[in-house]
């Protein structure tokens, strides 16, 4: 095992499903103790690039590491030390709660393993609900159960696909305090979502549309590696405006938040010309905000579906 | 816990017990292990009737005349025996008998030509194996019939006088094993390699399906557990249910049906054992080999067919065409077929059963590699 202070290190990961190329040259690093966001749209790759790190799949091409265990070649150790927790629950609706902890816990070979099930379930809170089937358990109470089982061998790394899908705001925050709580024991945690707020969450953000990783660093340098500025416009009949600035010389993109329209651009000059032209006369104020994680996304993923995607 | 590189008792054991909970969960199965059986037995426990021909049939002839050529050329135009041997005494015979290899032994006793001239009807000794009485009921009829035939054509001239009565010799029929030609005792049997076949395949070619179909098979590939721990860890429950269905099977035989027990029960569970391993190797193969659900049970179905039909379960194994027979021999349940047979009716003890005993142990472990071979180690 070589110690090179990453948890993840992978270098040019493809794969192909057929003729579709659903991850090209993906190069992540992920720090240990690090919280590492993994974002973009439906169907940019996310869980694949996920299941290749941990074993699930076998990239075409592309090399890498996980905790200093070689992709493929090591998919025994690397599965005996990674925590994975998939996208759609996957755990024996026909088996107890107990029942789906004690096998994981049979399977990973805990040497205590009465007392490591015992424990879990009572940190869950499902200690009285223990011999309740699992299929009976409802959206929330399944992710946080899978959640704790596949913490149940104490991984150096978690792997998360969409951990908080479907699951309400309160549920949320205590999920993330608990993350930041193992992150700060020094376990690492690569966890893709669709929340804005929980990117904002994350140590580090990489962003994938249609299999190709656009950014990667701290949410700052993501942000600041687009370059973008952004005003935001308010008033009445903003969807009006937004499709007159489209195409107009500076605009980027539109984007409508709220009560307010945020148009951005790469030319700050330019566009503050082209928007004080286009509100002119108006009952409309524009401002220059700070250029949001939400605005580079929609920024990136637009561009590349010019560049990569299907037609529109 | 015992450990040795790629194998791990202790997660092979937490598969076992996962399915053993999961089983038991399962009302649906359940009922199958017991009603399947029940049912089968129901509509099976019925003769089956055929008309088989090409039996094959061993000759020991004392004596050669005239006579008996014709007698033996009848034979072979009657389309019901194929004379495939030619033996030197009747112990020759009957351990022909025993093993199988042949249907009948016709025994041709010396002096009978020297007899038969002299008027005092000589008996030609036949021995049949019964145990499957439609095999052997059909061609034992035609006997006389061919008997009466040959005997027109040879007896002419001054011995025209002969043709007179309806034959001029007597056929000494011993039907061995099965003396009352009782259909039931062969079919009950034979229905136990039958009803575990469709089980035991049906039920494991589900096991791996139903992980990849509910989603849980991604949870079960992340984990460290091996190919070979979850393959044999799924079938364990399994040989449990085939014991107890092998089990039903054997109580309804002898109490309802009244199938004797010439042999020993341990010989029986022995041979079920074998069986119903075969059998799971299959299930647990075409379980990875398919897709999805219905994909298994189509493949559980195209593997049931020729077992069904090639096996000698439906018909006489020697009453195929060689190639049928040649399938059969690859199939588990023509050789469980044999050895049931041969422990309940003949008595059969492992000196006569090993000629299927091992083919038995070759398939489990052949089919069990491909099983093993066959297992997708991720989700590609
Ligand atoms: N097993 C598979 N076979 C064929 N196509 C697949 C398979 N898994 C995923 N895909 C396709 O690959 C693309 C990426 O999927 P996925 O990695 O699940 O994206 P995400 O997790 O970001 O939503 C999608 O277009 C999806 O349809
Ligand atoms: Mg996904």
């Known amino acids: 095992m070589s110690d090179s202070g990453y948890a993840i290190d992978v270098h040019g990961l493809n794969k192909h499903f057929g003729s579709k190329h659903v991850v090209k040259d993906l190069s992540l690093q992920v720090r240990k103790g690090e919280i590492f966001g993994f974002l973009g749209p439906n169907g940019s790759g996310k869980t694949t690039s996920i299941r290749m790190m941990c074993g699930l799949l076998t990239p075409d091409s592309g090399t890498g590491q996980c905790l200093g265990y070689e992709l493929v070649r090591d998919a025994d150790a690397i599965k005996r030390n990674v925590g994975y927790m998939t996208q759609k629950f996957s755990y024996w609706d026909d088996l107890t709660i107990r029942e789906n902890l004690d096998f994981v816990a049979r399977i990973y070979q805990m040497p205590n393993r009465r007392e490591v099930v015992d424990r879990t379930l009572e940190n869950l809170g499902l200690t009285t609900r223990a011999s309740q089937l699992t299929g009976s358990l409802s959206g929330g109470w399944k992710q946080r159960l899978a959640l704790a089982a596949c913490m149940l061998h104490e991984p150096q790394l978690l792997l998360l696909d969409e951990p908080t899908a479907g699951v309400d705001p309160s549920a949320r925050r205590d999920f993330w305090e608990e993350l930041h709580r193992l992150a700060a024991r020094g376990i690492s945690v690569l966890v893709s979502t669709h929340y804005m707020d929980e990117a904002e969450r994350c140590h580090k953000l990489a962003y994938i549309a249609y299999g190709q990783l656009l950014a990667q660093g701290t949410a700052a340098e993501v942000i600041a590696g687009q370059a973008l500025s952004t005003w935001a416009i308010s008033g009445d009949n903003l969807s009006s405006l937004s499709q007159a600035l489209h195409g107009l010389p500076g605009v980027a993109q539109t984007v409508v938040f709220g009560g307010a329209l945020h148009v951005s651009g790469n030319d700050d000059a330019l566009l503050e010309t082209t928007l004080r032209e286009a509100i002119a006369g108006k009952p409309l104020q524009m401002t220059r905000v700070a250029t949001g994680l939400e605005d580079v996304f929609i920024y990136m993923m637009n561009r590349s579906s010019d560049n990569f995607g299907p037609p529109p | ?380």
């Not at chain 2, 056929?171 to 136990?192: C, D, K, W």
């Open chain 2, 1 to 380: 816990m015992m450990r040795w590189p790629g194998f791990s008792v202790a997660r092979w054991w937490s598969i076992v017990l996962k399915e053993f909970l999961q089983l038991r969960r399962d009302r649906i199965t359940f009922g199958m292990i017991v009603g399947l059986p029940i049912v089968q037995l129901a509509l099976f426990g019925f003769a089956i009737n055929t008309d088989p021909r090409h039996l094959s049939t061993a000759v020991i002839a004392a004596e050669h005349s005239e006579f008996t050529r014709s007698y033996l050329a009848a034979l072979r135009n009657s389309d019901y025996f194929d004379i495939v041997a030619t033996l030197p005494d009747e112990a020759a015979g009957r351990q022909a008998l025993a093993q199988g290899r042949v249907q009948f032994v016709i025994n041709i006793p010396a002096g009978f030509t020297r007899k038969l001239l002299r008027g005092e009807r000589p008996a030609l000794l036949v021995e049949a194996d019964a145990t499957d009485p439609a095999a052997t009921g059909m061609a034992l009829g035609a006997l006389n019939l061919i008997a009466q035939s040959a005997m027109r054509k040879d007896l002419t001239g001054p011995l025209a006088r002969l043709q007179a009565g309806p034959a001029a010799y007597d056929i000494t029929v011993h039907r061995l094993y099965n003396a009352e030609g009782n259909t039931q005792y062969n079919v009950v049997p034979g229905l136990m390699g039958v009803i575990l076949t469709m089980t035991m395949v049906m039920m494991t070619g589900l096991a791996m399906t139903r992980e990849r179909e509910r989603g849980t098979m991604e949870n079960l590939l992340a984990t460290p557990v091996r190919p070979i721990e979850v393959m044999t860890g799924k079938i364990i429950p399994y040989v449990a249910i085939g014991l107890i269905q092998a089990s039903i099977i054997l109580l309804a035989a002898r109490f309802v049906f009244h199938v004797p027990f010439m042999g020993s029960i341990a010989a029986i569970y022995i041979a079920a054992l074998l069986f119903i391993a075969a059998n799971l190797t299959v299930g647990i193969t075409l379980s990875s080999l398919a897709q999805n659900q219905l994909q298994a049970m189509q493949l559980t179905m195209f593997y049931f067919l020729p077992n069904l039909l090639l096996s000698g379960f439906m018909f006489p194994f020697r009453g195929m065409p060689q190639w049928a027979q040649f399938i059969g021999n690859l199939l588990p349940l023509t050789h469980f077929n044999r050895l049931i047979r041969g422990i309940l009716l003949k008595g059969s003890g492992l000196a006569e059963l090993w000629p299927s005993l091992w083919p038995l142990l070759l398939f489990t472990c052949v089919v069990m590699t491909v099983a093993v071979k066959f297992y997708r180690r991720t989700l590609d």
